[in-house]
């Protein structure tokens, strides 16, 4: 029976500092394999570190508007998706999607998308795709392998534990209510919210780790935060 998966693929994976281009050949061959046994994927490409630059750079010459900001971030995403769309050319449709919400023929085997408008962070567009069509779990290719109950970085949390599992309610006392351009959290705190009230899985896991990502995909135990 063939799958669809819907894998949010974070901008800090792809453009870590530079193009990192050992990790998107891995990547390939992880997903044409995929793709081989009857399966379809939905790829959502993060702006990463290469907005943040952008975004910052710009705050620092002009008093930004908000939407501004979120433009800069948008199009960091849709060119992170250019280069993803590069790597499955005799299997990807032609188009990359921005409207999450359009109806649209998945005729190919991967299906490329990148930011969409103002408020909507990639995540969110991942959640809103895996409602378009029907799909349960969304896959998060982060860059940390865990979720923790408070930041393991922050002053004074040497005491932050790695969560397994936990219910959107609790998540989403970690995360907030708020979006903002640039935000740099586990899952989008708008997207948690509208991945509760659809009712979806979200997988968090670090995004480099292929061989776990390829437990993922298969169903066999894998390293990451499970929220639904």
Known sequence: MEKIIVISLGGSIIV????????????????????????????????????????????????????????????????????????????VDERIIHNPNENFDFKEKVFIAAGWKPGWSTDYDAVRLANNFNVKTVINMSNITYVYNKDPNGKGNGNARPIKEISWKDFRKIVGDKWNPGLNAPFDPIAAKEAEKLNLKVIILKGTDLENLKNCLEGRDFKGTVIN
């Not at 050949?25 to 570190?49: H, R």
């Not at 630059?53 to 710009?58: C, P």
């Open 16 to 91: 870590p500092d530079k193009i990192n281009i050992e990790f998107l050949k891995g990547f390939k061959k992880l997903i044409n394999d995929f793709v081989e046994k009857g399966n379809k994927v939905i790829i959502v490409c993060g702006g990463g570190k290469a907005a943040r630059l952008y975004q910052n750079a710009a705050s620092k010459i002009s008093g930004l508007r908000i939407d501004d900001i979120d433009w800069m971030g948008i199009h960091a995403t849709r060119l992170n998706a250019q280069l993803i769309k590069t790597l499955f050319l005799d299997i």
